[in-house]
């Protein structure tokens, strides 16, 4: 085959990969030293928000949590009582996430694996929970994000997603990733760019800043987040 040849969409978005960092060795970097200062690293328990939907009556079985880092979410998740399968593209992370769901006695299924290459049941999930890794995704990979949590959901399932608004990071436009060959520290979203990411394909139940959350507390909570409860249409 031609090298660097574009003969299909895997060879854009391939192409388009490869302008930016490569993220598996990024976030294998990002977890080596787990005393550094970043908010979720000193904080065990859970979002704010996603204690807020499951007291409002979110009562998913099987849940999917994508770009789970060090655990806090699918370890509260799990104690709900639901079957928690949990993702990262980072080794420490899930080793770290290991450790922790040990000590807290519970039984979740952890893997090291990227979104876009993790195999799964089509529509096995009642909820998809994302907390701090759209904002990291390329604008390409967000078409494919998209497409995986909706082949991961079962009808009407439901997304919970806490990212970046415009105090977490830049409101860097799509193109301007690409034109950086950078996504700096993350993607601000508007209200109206997230909107437009997701309304296509699933309705907004709840649509909100984060809480900032003064620690020490059971709960993590940060001001410069939006959260949102979305069901698939
Ligand atoms: C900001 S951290 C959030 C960690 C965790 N959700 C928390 O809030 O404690 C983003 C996470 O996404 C993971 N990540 C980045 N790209 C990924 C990908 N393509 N597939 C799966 N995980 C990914 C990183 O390793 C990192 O743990």
Not at 104 to 127: K, T, W
Not at 171 to 177: G, I, L, Q, R
Request: with cysteine.
């Amino acid at each position: 085959m031609t090298e660097e040849a574009i003969l299909n969409y895997d060879d854009l978005f391939n192409m388009l990969d490869n302008l930016l960092r490569e993220p598996k060795e990024f976030w294998e970097g990002f977890y080596s030293n787990r005393d550094k200062e970043i908010p979720f690293f000193k904080i065990k328990g859970p979002d704010e928000n996603l204690v807020e939907y499951f007291e409002n009556g979110l009562k998913p079985t099987r849940v999917l949590e994508i770009g789970c880092g060090p655990g806090r979410n699918a370890i509260y998740m799990a104690q709900k009582g639901c079957k928690v399968d949990a993702l990262d593209i980072s080794q420490n992370a899930i080793d770290w996430a290991i450790e922790r769901a040990k000590e807290d006695q519970v039984d979740i299924n952890f893997q090291c694996q990227s979104l876009f290459s993790f195999f799964f049941e089509p529509n096995s999930y009642d909820f998809v929970y994302d907390c701090g890794l759209l904002h990291h995704i390329a604008p390409h990979r967000r078409l494919t994000y998209l497409e995986v949590i909706k082949k991961a959901l079962k009808p009407n399932g439901y997304l919970g997603l806490v990212c970046f608004n415009t105090d977490g990071a830049v409101d860097t436009s799509d193109w301007e990733v690409y034109r950086a060959g950078s996504l700096n520290r993350g993607i601000g979203y508007t209200e109206k760019r997230l909107k437009e990411v997701f309304t296509k394909d699933f309705d907004i139940i709840s649509f909100r800043g984060m809480k900032k959350i003064t620690q020490p507390s059971e709960f993590f909570g940060e001001e410069f987040l939006w959260t949102i409860l979305m069901q698939m249409k």
